[in-house]
């Protein structure tokens, strides 16, 4: 098992060293942004964060962000990276899925857990303009299936 570990490890290094390079000569454009929301599944609680999304070449984008839960007792929040695709082009709404891997820490008081699972999203942005107001619904997936109602706003720094 360990020696698989190291073999992601050394991979995930890897590939982080060439991405920058990679990323610089395909990438059309960087969005930052901020996102509030609802979990209405198991939580019940309003959630919060940012996220970038790097637009990639054939309507792809990677979407990598976080999220702080606010929760009653203790803390809970998550990362998540997603790839996401945007269907041809329309005039001024574009939806967009996404599918990739979360990972969420939790603690109260001295316990703490963590978890990683699967996310998928669907949503539209409103186009064009260099603000983007955006809503999503997000599915996230690690036993059970919680789903969360999200809404924000991004900037477009670069095309």
Do not use: C
């Amino acid at each position: 098992m360990r020696i698989i570990w190291t073999r992601a490890a050394f991979t995930a290094v890897l590939a982080a060293a060439a991405a920058p390079a990679w990323l610089s000569s395909q990438h059309t454009g960087l969005s930052p942004g901020v996102h509030a929301g609802y979990n209405l599944s198991d939580l019940n609680e309003l959630v919060a964060g940012g996220h970038m999304i790097v637009y990639l070449p054939k309507r792809l984008a990677l979407y990598p962000g976080v999220t702080y839960y606010f929760v009653e007792n203790g803390s809970l929040w998550d990362a998540h990276v997603t790839l996401r695709w945007v269907p041809a082009r329309a005039s001024r709404i574009a939806p967009y899925i996404g599918a990739g891997l979360y990972w969420s820490r939790s603690s109260t008081g001295s316990a703490s857990a963590t978890d990683v699972g699967l996310v998928g999203q669907v949503g539209a942005e409103l186009l064009p303009g260099s603000w983007q107001p955006f809503a999503e619904l997000q599915l996230l997936k690690d036993g059970a299936v919680s789903a969360q109602v999200l809404g924000g706003v991004r900037v477009v720094l670069r095309h």
